[in-house]
């Protein structure tokens, strides 16, 4: 069957991995120049299970009113006249319950640590160089009720064989003694020693390498305008998707499935045709800093709950990302949040790093209002979902990959999730919807 995957960032790219194992004629098309040039670029570069904790929970609005016109709020809310930014909001606020909480954690978890398996599969047939580190991931806190309210969504994932172990202040800085001059000021950890880090990039672009190898055809600098419909109801399908090219020549490029991995830019593409995907641009930071002390360098990658940033060691730098801003589709660096991170960041290891000269970037994640992604069928009959990982785009990839390809062609994935116009193999009523609204959208 011939396919062509929107978008080559993780999600598409292991997209495309997948189906061409599976047998498959693939296309994958991007707007930019190369893989991995936009959500994908520079994150915080974690493979988090662990942080599978939907930012929809009962804590989350009252964290977004005290944030309300602070520039360098790790959470920061721009009040827009867009209808997207006021549904997506309220649909939210509706998933912020401690049962949709739960629920949630379930469905990231499931998908998340079935990625993580997956990848480690990857690394096993492939070599790949991406900086990969498997020391675990430790979560601090440096405020006491945060961390005592962490402790029930641990206790969650642990039921779910998430291994989130909670740590005295002592025994976090054991672990990682960069965290030495911070001691007094952290009030309890957790961590998961499954967890992994490792250069998204890195890892992406050599993946689309090794994909080209086996025959996969990757049309760069090719920008999706439409996809084309026939007939209606049970019997619509996609026939073709309208691009410009490398050229700037239209083309209608024809296909037997069609699978939507454009992250963001997957909601303008799919409106026009009633596909109604609850998905939000969060503007997510990073900066990258050349480590100058590698001994005072953290080894173990970080999750700084206080600040909304996690720390990943990419060889001889030092990435740090988070924050997030609700503001569009802008990519514009702000220049108060770029210091932000760079302050905490001396904050936390003063001589590790060169702070003078940083790398600083924006990248656009997909946010749904529950953090659970659109993964599965759509009312087309050809046409697929895999967008709408938010912030842990890097932890599901290659699972939502593997699992695509699977439903693609025509098989139960292994994983127990609520796919996207799917009925899950254990609870025949768990089918995916992101909005409460009662009614599946896609």
Same mark, same amino acid.
């Given at each position: 069957?011939?396919?062509?995957?929107? +978008?080559?960032?993780?999600?598409?790219?292991?997209?495309?991995?997948?189906?061409?194992?599976?047998?498959?004629?693939? $296309?994958?098309?991007?707007?930019?120049?190369?893989?991995?040039?936009?959500?994908?670029?520079?994150?915080?570069?974690?493979?988090?299970? @662990?942080?599978?904790?939907?930012?929809?929970?009962?804590?989350?609005?009252?964290?977004?009113?005290?944030?309300?016109?602070?520039? %360098?709020?790790?959470?920061?809310?721009?009040?827009?006249?867009?209808?997207?930014?006021?549904?997506?909001?309220?649909?939210?606020?509706?998933?912020?319950?401690?049962?949709?909480?739960?629920?949630? !954690?379930?469905?990231?978890?499931?998908?998340?640590?079935?990625?993580?398996?997956?990848?480690?599969?990857?690394?096993?047939?492939?070599?790949?160089?991406?900086?990969?580190?498997?020391?675990?991931?430790?979560?601090? =806190?440096?405020?006491?009720?945060?961390? %005592?309210?962490?402790?029930?969504?641990?206790?969650?994932?642990?039921?779910?064989?998430?291994?989130?172990?909670?740590?005295?202040?002592?025994?976090?800085?054991?672990?990682?003694?960069?965290?030495?001059?911070?001691?007094?000021?952290?009030?309890?950890?957790? /961590?998961?020693?499954?967890?992994?880090?490792?250069?998204? =990039?890195?890892?992406?672009?050599?993946?689309?390498?090794?994909?080209?190898?086996?025959?996969?055809?990757?049309?760069?600098?090719? $920008?999706?305008?439409?996809?084309?419909?026939?007939?209606?109801?049970? @019997?619509?399908?996609?026939?073709?998707?309208?691009?410009?090219?490398?050229?700037?020549?239209?083309?209608?490029?024809?296909?037997?499935?069609?699978?939507?991995?454009?992250?963001?830019?997957?909601?303008?593409? #799919?409106?026009?045709?009633?596909?109604?995907?609850?998905?939000?641009?969060?503007?997510?930071?990073?900066?990258?800093?050349?480590?100058?002390?590698?001994?005072?360098?953290?080894?173990?990658?970080?999750?700084?709950?206080?600040?909304?940033?996690?720390?990943?060691?990419? +060889?001889?730098?030092?990435?740090?990302?988070?924050?997030?801003? /609700?503001?569009? =589709?802008?990519?514009?660096?702000?220049?108060?949040?770029?210091?932000?991170?760079?302050?905490?960041?001396?904050?936390?290891?003063?001589?590790?790093?060169?702070?003078?000269?940083?790398?600083?970037?924006?990248?656009?994640?997909?946010?749904?209002?529950?953090?659970?992604?659109?993964?599965?069928?759509?009312?087309?009959?050809?046409?697929? #979902?895999?967008?709408?990982?938010?912030?842990?785009?890097?932890?599901?990839?290659?699972?939502?990959?593997?699992? !695509?390809?699977?439903?693609?062609?025509?098989?139960?994935?292994?994983?127990? /999730?609520?796919?996207?116009?799917?009925?899950?193999?254990?609870?025949?009523?768990?089918?995916?919807?992101?909005?409460?609204? +009662?009614?599946?959208?896609?």
């Amino acid at each position: 069957m011939k396919v062509i995957v929107l +978008g080559s960032g993780i999600i598409g790219t292991a997209s495309a991995w997948f189906l061409n194992k599976a047998g498959h004629d693939v $296309t994958v098309i991007d707007r930019q120049a190369g893989a991995a040039l936009e959500t994908s670029f520079a994150n915080g570069c974690q493979i988090s299970v @662990s942080h599978a904790t939907p930012w929809a929970n009962k804590t989350a609005p009252m964290t977004i009113l005290k944030s309300l016109g602070k520039e %360098d709020a790790p959470l920061l809310y721009r009040f827009r006249a867009e209808w997207l930014q006021w549904k997506w909001g309220m649909n939210f606020l509706r998933e912020c319950t401690p049962a949709r909480t739960v629920h949630n !954690i379930h469905q990231i978890v499931a998908i998340a640590e079935y990625s993580r398996q997956t990848l480690q599969a990857v690394r096993a047939e492939v070599d790949i160089d991406y900086d990969c580190l498997t020391r675990g991931i430790l979560h601090f =806190y440096t405020n006491q009720k945060d961390f %005592d309210e962490s402790l029930a969504s641990a206790a969650v994932m642990r039921d779910l064989g998430c291994p989130r172990v909670p740590m005295t202040a002592d025994e976090a800085v054991k672990l990682e003694p960069a965290l030495a001059q911070m001691r007094g000021q952290i009030v309890g950890a957790d /961590f998961t020693e499954t967890d992994e880090s490792g250069d998204i =990039y890195k890892f992406t672009t050599a993946l689309a390498s090794k994909a080209q190898e086996r025959g996969v055809n990757f049309q760069f600098n090719t $920008t999706v305008t439409r996809l084309i419909t026939e007939g209606s109801g049970a @019997s619509a399908r996609i026939t073709a998707v309208e691009v410009i090219d490398a050229k700037g020549f239209h083309q209608t490029l024809h296909a037997d499935a069609f699978v939507m991995a454009m992250g963001s830019f997957s909601v303008p593409i #799919l409106k026009p045709l009633d596909i109604d995907l609850m998905i939000y641009p969060g503007k997510g930071y990073s900066a990258t800093y050349p480590i100058l002390n590698p001994e005072l360098a953290p080894t173990v990658s970080l999750i700084d709950d206080g600040y909304k940033l996690v720390l990943s060691r990419l +060889g001889d730098k030092l990435r740090v990302a988070g924050t997030c801003e /609700f503001n569009g =589709y802008t990519r514009e660096l702000n220049a108060t949040r770029c210091a932000a991170i760079t302050r905490r960041t001396r904050e936390l290891f003063p001589d590790a790093c060169d702070y003078e000269s940083p790398a600083y970037w924006a990248g656009l994640r997909p946010l749904t209002p529950s953090n659970v992604p659109y993964i599965g069928k759509t009312k087309f009959s050809n046409l697929f #979902l895999n967008t709408g990982h938010g912030s842990l785009g890097w932890t599901m990839g290659c699972g939502s990959g593997r699992a !695509i390809a699977d439903i693609i062609s025509g098989l139960q994935p292994e994983v127990d /999730f609520a796919f996207t116009g799917m009925t899950s193999r254990k609870n025949s009523d768990a089918t995916f919807m992101p909005i409460s609204s +009662g009614k599946h959208t896609v």
